[in-house]
């Protein structure tokens, strides 16, 4: 792991040229539902992630956002900050006043030695709304797609200029939610829009996570590893459900205990020499899948098959 200064103290930063192992923090603390987990403490996620082999961590919800404050804290642990999500409201405010919210991030970030912002557009979601099912999504209109793929073009060059690539992520309950919306914002968006395949909002949405990694493995910024179990979901989806009540009901999973063919997505990923992070990631109740265990569970599992295909 290799280090650099920063206002005098050591941060350890990603490495540039190969794939690490990070975890999002959710499988201590949620973010959607930050009752799960909330008495857990920032401390205990980092260390036990550590413990178990993770070289990074996403933000989350008890992470402070001040660089000088969170790089030192990274440190002590032996960790640094893969990435960290932005919650973006381009259909609602335009690219320029987008651009100016994002820059905080984009500093904090840039500062502890991140490669790639991970970006959503939130606007209308319900992805937090227990009680509305997922049908009740926003969508774009026809006439809205080619503004917003500009709009969003001119937001990640903005981030390419700082030295980021902008990761979108597609995420149950959004605008960009299934396969085809998917398709559709990245063939009508400039090169400097990435991609965040997450394995789960995909298969949950319907798609197929190991043509999405064939088909754009050279755009892929960032991963999401999640698995999904598959009777879960697909009642799940059958009745119609919130996004609340599928993580409830324990639709996701670590990598290991679920029906993603993982062997397949890290292939593809393998094949177009994907240098990124594999981040474990499954929204689940702490209570009922206890955040130690799963969190190893996941990293021998994706570290097993990331060997096995070449990428670690």
């Not at 413990?51 to 969170?70: A, C, M, Q, S």
């Amino acid at each position: 792991m290799a280090e650099r200064r920063q206002e005098g103290a050591t941060v350890l930063s990603a490495k540039k040229t190969s794939v690490q192992l990070g975890i999002n923090p959710l499988t201590w603390s949620n973010d959607d539902l930050p009752t799960l987990g909330g008495e857990t403490t920032l401390e205990t996620s980092l260390r036990e992630g550590r413990e178990v082999g993770y070289t990074g961590f996403e933000l989350g919800n008890k992470f402070p956002r001040d660089p000088d404050i969170l790089g030192p804290i990274l440190a002590m642990h032996g960790l640094c900050l893969a990435s960290g999500w932005f919650s973006g409201g381009l259909m609602a405010h335009g690219a320029k006043a987008e651009i100016e919210a994002i820059k905080p991030h984009v500093h904090l970030l840039k500062s502890l030695g991140c490669k790639a912002l991970i970006y959503c557009d939130i606007t209308g979601t319900i992805q937090g709304e227990r009680w509305t099912p997922l049908s009740r999504r926003p969508r774009m209109r026809a006439d809205q797609w080619q503004g917003f793929c500009a709009g969003l073009t001119e937001v990640a060059d903005f981030v390419a200029d700082q030295g980021l690539q902008l990761a979108y992520h597609h995420h149950m309950g959004t605008l960009i939610e299934q396969r085809e919306e998917v398709d559709r914002m990245l063939d009508g968006s400039g090169e400097s829009v990435g991609l965040l395949i997450d394995t789960g909002h995909m298969f949950f949405s319907g798609g197929d996570p190991v043509d999405l990694a064939r088909t754009y493995a050279e755009r892929t910024y960032h991963v999401h590893c999640k698995d999904m179990r598959h009777d879960i979901t697909r009642d799940a989806v059958n009745r119609d459900t919130s996004f609340i009540d599928a993580l409830l009901a324990g639709s996701f999973a670590v990598p290991g205990d679920g029906c993603i063919d993982y062997p397949a997505v890290l292939k593809a990923l393998a094949d177009a020499d994907y240098d990124g992070w594999l981040i474990v990631e499954a929204e689940q109740d702490p209570s009922v899948a206890p955040s130690y265990a799963n969190a190893k569970r996941g990293f021998d599992h994706l570290s097993r098959l990331a060997t096995e295909a070449g990428l670690l």
